[in-house]
């Protein structure tokens, strides 16, 4: 099984060769890079293009491993013995499958995404070793061994917020997101806008990396492109417009001290 | 020449196992159509685990399959490594090189250490920028690839971005229980409800919550100028990471008064900031560059009030206050770090790290640690 890239989605340098490494040694794929490249994107584009289910699993700071394998819902289990609904003998009624514990039971290869495995406590990756290595686990309520009949393939992003474990890294393939360059940004805002002119593309690029240049605690990225990009369009603005000061600057620069930088060193003075 | 660029990797410090290289090998002997280029992402994406490694990785690879088009750069690792060789006064790093020095002037070289480092430390600064060129030309394009470092900036040792910072912080933890009980506790809820013979009694205890209180204590000084973007970083960084966050600036150097906003028109007696030292940690941040009349007079100070008790006596005030502290030095670079004289008198004050990721990453660690004092030899 090879993943070829996707027509909506421009792939940088190696992506698709990492990519493929993963399916092929059955590893994890680790995504890092700026929020906003795309590395959640490319996990739907790979069960797209390779026609497979995609589970994804949205990590919180609040998430514990076991989530993802599965609940077991005491809580609901103590009430209906306390109220004398349903059958409480039946312990597998009360245990609810997460998205990895689904991913392992399913019948096919699946797509796993685990989104932002960095904003869960620090030991986080370390307590799915086990499970992501073997691709199996046990419930421990009833004894049922579960065991993935293909592995799936996992795609695992992070924004660097905590620092992974080592010996998570070592089993995932690495492959970093760096921000695309001009040329590249072009070709990705093609995708989404083919029939975009290409003065007011080249315009548009202009003001953004002017504005991404700047001493700026986020940067906008490419989703801040898009979404601006897609403003411009519906408003009709033309690409002279862009060369005074920059519409709807809110759309890229999500902070106010960003926006008033911005405005002080972008915006043509007043009068 | 594979193995080669394996121990070309394991030599720029890329811990590179059997396992690592065995799965290269396998997706190779997979690949529809194996090249150069599949083998440079698949050895990175397989070996490499952080993109500050990027570049150490490019280098390796450049060096292991680019021997033509490299002698800019090879020009360059030579005269660096002459000067490290200069600062290892046995004379064995120079002999590696070929180059024989008689002993009187490995004597003399030894005697005037501290200005051979110097020396060397600021050569090596100058010519980081003109000789490392990239190489013209190259046949594949992943050497191309390579040879263009573009993850240069992502190097550990270099960059310090709001991100980085906040990952480097992120050690800045102490979880204790914290607020009002208003998470439910299943374990003990159960016991209970089984205790009370079925009748549901739930239990609630107090969440865990970092109760890391800081002092940030930063120098506004002209020499600091700058450093100021990286400052407002790390302050920017620091924000709602730890419970109780207080920051204050002082110019060159504290004394009775320090001051609640970066303009200085907001005085704060000092004083005040030791009772924090209660319940606070105190990180500092300066170049510590100051004049030694700044640090040593009585009435050294050159702005403000003047003072009765030199500087380095409120520093030693600060010290002694505060249950642990750290001081963090933007002047990059650990040869550097102590090379004034009043750097190293703060340095034996506090502990003293640059203000790198590395640096930022053992100040932390020193604060969890228990961030007792100063006098110990900075990054070494």
């Not at chain 2, 690592?20 to 396998?26: A, D, K, S, T, Y």
């Not at chain 2, 280029?37 to 994406?45: E, F, K």
């Not at chain 2, 009435?299 to 520093?315: H, M, R, T, Y």
């Amino acid at each position: 099984m090879q993943f070829q890239g996707h027509n909506a989605y421009i792939a940088g340098p190696g992506l698709i060769d990492d990519v493929n490494a993963a399916l092929l040694l059955g590893r994890p794929l680790l995504l890092k890079g700026e929020p906003g490249t795309g590395k959640t994107v490319l996990a739907a584009r790979i069960a797209e293009s390779l026609g497979m289910p995609l589970y994804e699993w949205n990590v919180k700071s609040t998430s514990k491993a076991q989530d993802g394998l599965y609940v077991y819902d005491t809580v609901q289990r103590l009430n209906d013995a306390r109220f004398g609904e349903g059958d409480v003998r039946d312990i597998r009624r009360y245990i609810r499958m997460g998205p990895l514990g689904l991913a392992l039971q399913s019948e096919q290869r699946v797509v796993l995404l685990i989104d932002e495995i960095d904003k869960a406590d620090l030991e986080f990756p370390n307590d799915l070793l086990y499970e992501l290595d073997r691709m199996r686990f046990r419930v421990t309520e009833t004894g049922d061994e579960i065991e993935a009949r293909v592995r799936p393939m996992v795609v695992v992003t992070s924004n660097s917020e905590k620092e992974l474990p080592d010996a998570f890294l070592r089993r995932c393939v690495f492959h970093f997101l760096a921000f695309p360059d001009r040329d590249a940004m072009a070709r990705i805002v093609r995708v989404h806008f083919p029939d975009l002119a290409e003065a007011m593309l080249t315009a548009a690029l202009e003001r953004f990396y002017a504005v991404r240049e700047m001493n700026l605690r986020k940067k906008p990225a490419t989703s801040e492109l898009i979404d601006w990009l897609r403003i411009l369009m519906h408003k009709g603005i033309e690409p002279g417009d862009l060369h005074g000061g920059i519409p709807n600057l809110g759309a890229l620069l999500k902070t106010s001290p960003d926006l008033e930088l911005a405005l002080r060193q972008l915006q043509p003075p007043a009068g | 020449m594979f193995l080669g660029f394996f121990f070309a990797l394991r030599g720029r410090g890329i811990a590179v196992g059997p396992t690592e290289w065995l799965g290269v090998c396998e997706v190779l002997r997979h690949h529809p159509r194996p090249s150069l280029d599949v083998l440079y992402s698949t050895a990175r994406a397989l070996c490499v685990k952080h993109e500050t490694l990027y570049d150490r990785y490019d280098e390796a690879f450049a060096d292991a399959f680019g021997d033509a088009g490299l002698a800019p750069a090879r020009a360059a690792t030579d005269t660096e490594r002459f000067l490290q060789g200069l600062t290892d006064f046995s004379g064995d790093s120079l002999r590696a090189l070929g180059i024989e020095l008689p002993p009187e002037l490995l004597a003399m070289l030894y005697e005037h250490r501290d200005a051979v480092l110097r020396m060397v430390a600021e050569a090596e600064r100058d010519i980081e920028g003109p000789i490392r060129t990239e190489g013209e030309g190259g046949r594949e394009s992943a050497l191309l690839v390579a040879r263009k470092r573009r993850f240069r900036n992502y190097r550990s040792d270099v960059v310090l971005d709001t991100r980085s910072l906040r990952v480097a912080l992120g050690r800045l933890r102490r979880m204790l229980p914290d607020g009002p009980a208003d998470e439910l506790d299943l374990e003990a809820t159960i016991r209970e409800t089984s205790r009370n013979g079925g009748e549901i009694d739930l239990v609630f205890r107090r969440p865990k919550r970092n109760r890391v209180r800081l002092v940030l204590l930063m120098d506004a000084g002209g020499t600091m100028t700058p450093h100021a973007t990286l400052v407002n970083r790390l302050f920017s960084a620091v924000a709602g990471q730890v419970r109780d966050l207080r920051a204050y600036y002082f110019h060159n150097c504290p004394y009775q008064q320090v001051y609640a906003d970066i303009e200085r028109r907001v005085p704060v007696e000092t004083e005040e900031l030791l009772r924090l030292g209660e319940d606070h940690w105190l990180v500092a941040v300066g170049d510590a560059h100051m004049n030694p009349r700044e640090l040593l007079w009585p009435k050294g100070a050159i702005e403000g009030p003047a003072n009765a008790d030199p500087g380095v006596i409120w520093l030693q005030r600060l010290q002694t206050a505060f249950s642990r502290s750290v001081w963090l030095n933007p002047v990059l670079g650990a040869e550097r770090l102590l090379s004034g004289q009043s750097a190293q008198i703060v340095g034996n004050i506090f502990a003293m790290y640059p203000l790198s990721l590395d640096g930022l990453d053992q100040a932390m660690r020193h604060l969890t640690q228990g961030g007792r004092p100063g006098r110990r030899a900075s990054a070494a």
